[in-house]
Nanobody, 124 residues
Framework: VQLQASGGGLVQAGGSLRLACVAS????????MAWFRQAPGKERQFVAASRRGGTSHADSVKGRFTISRDIAKNTIYLQMNYLKPEDTAVYYC????????????????????WGQGTQVTVSS
C-alpha cells in the first residue's frame, strides 16, 4: 500500500491550503485515514482522522481545519483555513485497515501505513 500526499506549500498567515492523500488500494474504503504533523524539533502529533463513524480533529485545529474523504477516489483531504505560523510542519497522512475507535485515532502506533509527508510553511 502506498500513500501519496500533496498540496503543501508556502502561505501567509490567514491563508488557506488543501492537502490531499491518495491511497493506492481500495482496501481503505472502510477504514481509518488520518493526518498528522511534525514541526522541527517536535514530536509528530495528531491533526484529524476520518473513520467509518465520522471525523475528529485536534483541539488546536478545530474550526479551522476540516478532514474529508472521497471514497470513490480513495482519497482524504485536509482543508486548512486561517493558517497560523504555528501550523508550520511536515504533514503526513496515515491509514489502517481497522476502523479505529475515536480515542485511538490519535495514536501513531495504530496506523499501519504512512505517506511521505508534505511541507506546509506559514509566514507571519
Amino acid at each position: 500500500v502506498q500513500l501519496q500526499a500533496s498540496g503543501g506549500g508556502l502561505v501567509q498567515a490567514g491563508g488557506s491550503l488543501r492537502l490531499a492523500c491518495v491511497a493506492s488500494t481500495r482496501t481503505f474504503s472502510y477504514s481509518t485515514m488520518a493526518w498528522f504533523r511534525q514541526a522541527p524539533g517536535k514530536e509528530r502529533q495528531f491533526v484529524a482522522a476520518s473513520r467509518r463513524g465520522g471525523t475528529s480533529h485536534a483541539d488546536s485545529v478545530k474550526g479551522r481545519f476540516t478532514i474529508s474523504r472521497d471514497i470513490a477516489k480513495n482519497t482524504i483531504y485536509l482543508q486548512m483555513n486561517y493558517l497560523k505560523p504555528e501550523d508550520t510542519a511536515v504533514y503526513y497522512c496515515a491509514a489502517t485497515t481497522k476502523n479505529l475507535i475515536t480515542s485511538v485515532t490519535t495514536d501513531l502506533g495504530a496506523y499501519d501505513f504512512w505517506g511521505q509527508g508534505t511541507q506546509v510553511t506559514v509566514s507571519s
